[in-house]
């Protein structure tokens, strides 16, 4: 079965580059979509499409998805971002889910 | 604004059945398949399954095929998903999320845009 693979946790200072990578066997034929989860909240859509991001969404967060490996970028990374990432694509109708990210701002 | 927004919390024993639910508003339900993330404690997000509640095309993942059922009355823009025989290990938060859909260059492209508040179902 397909699977999608994230880092457990990544770290990055306030202000700098944040990058979670998301990977599966080729993985730039599908699009992918990336969900931010904070502590007892509902995951929220920060990118679909693999680079679009949803009205609402700050522009320091981008997108790309390549080869075998997809990417959420987070430029200018502020306290607030800390959370948990999912990434998200679909294989044969199914929805397959990341094991998910956790970002760190320290 | 559209919104969904999710039954209670539930407390149940092992073997006992539970329905919960997801009810939309602000946009056309019946236009929309509903999807059903499951959260374990502590752990991440799984797929579960979806409905289109127009004509009620429902789709499992084979993780939990037999296991769970999901259905819909378009009629009150609400979506269920139900259990016949809880066990413990079905412990968890359950989300609904609406399905959205982009059409670019041919094709459809999906993702989940919005989400219920969860279901935290018990079972002890």
């Known amino acids: 079965s397909y699977e999608l693979t994230q880092p457990s946790s990544v770290s990055v200072s306030p202000g700098q580059t944040a990058s979670i990578t998301c990977s599966g066997d080729?993985?730039?034929?599908?699009?992918v979509c990336w969900y931010q989860q904070k502590p007892g909240q509902s995951p929220v859509l920060v990118m679909y499409?693999?680079?679009k991001r949803p009205s609402g969404i700050p522009e320091r967060f981008s997108g790309s998805n390549s080869g075998n490996t997809a990417t959420l970028t987070i430029s200018g990374t502020q306290a607030m971002d800390e959370a948990d990432y999912y990434c998200?694509?679909?294989?044969?109708?199914?929805?397959?889910f990341g094991g998910g990210t956790k970002l760190i701002v320290l | 604004e559209v919104q969904l927004v999710q039954s209670g919390a539930e407390v149940k024993k092992p073997g006992e059945s539970l329905k919960i639910s997801c009810q939309g508003s602000?946009?056309?339900?019946?236009?929309?398949?509903i999807d059903w993330v499951r959260q374990m404690p502590g752990k991440g997000l799984e797929w579960m399954g979806t409905?289109?509640?127009?004509?009620?095309?429902?789709r499992y993942s084979p993780s939990f095929q037999g296991q769970v059922t999901i259905s819909a009355d378009r009629s009150v823009s609400t979506a269920f998903l139900q259990w016949g025989s809880l066990k413990a290990s079905d412990t968890a938060i359950y989300y609904c999320?609406?399905?959205?859909?982009?059409?670019?260059?041919?094709?459809?492209?999906?993702?989940?845009?919005?989400w219920g508040r969860g279901t935290t179902v018990t079972v002890s």
């Open positions: 999320a609406r399905r959205s859909a982009s059409y670019t260059g041919g094709y459809y492209y999906y993702s989940m845009d919005v």
């Open positions: 602000g946009y056309s339900f019946s236009n929309f398949w």
């Open positions: 409905i289109y509640p127009d004509d009620s095309d429902t």
């Open positions: 080729k993985l730039g034929d599908k699009y």
């Open positions: 499409q693999d680079s």
């Open positions: 998200q694509a679909w294989d044969s109708g199914t929805a397959l």
